[in-house]
């Protein structure tokens, strides 16, 4: 596997990344702490919205 900037594999992965930051927040909800389920869906919210603003590369 070759080497990855920090960058490329936040892009790579952000999909899953996504994911796993909603199944953490469902998770904590299940568990009655909707404070913290709301802090990783901010952080989701701040990753997706940060990819939505740049610019598509040439493979778009």
Known sequence: MPERS??????LYLGN???ALERAAMSLEGE?????A????????VLA?????????PEA
């Open 6 to 11: 920090l960058d490329e594999a936040c892009r």
């Open 17 to 19: 990344i996504l994911y």
């Open 32 to 36: 009655g702490r909707p404070d913290d």
């Open 38 to 45: 709301g802090f990783y869906r901010a952080i989701a919210r």
């Open 49 to 57: 919205e940060a990819y939505g603003r740049e610019k598509p590369g």
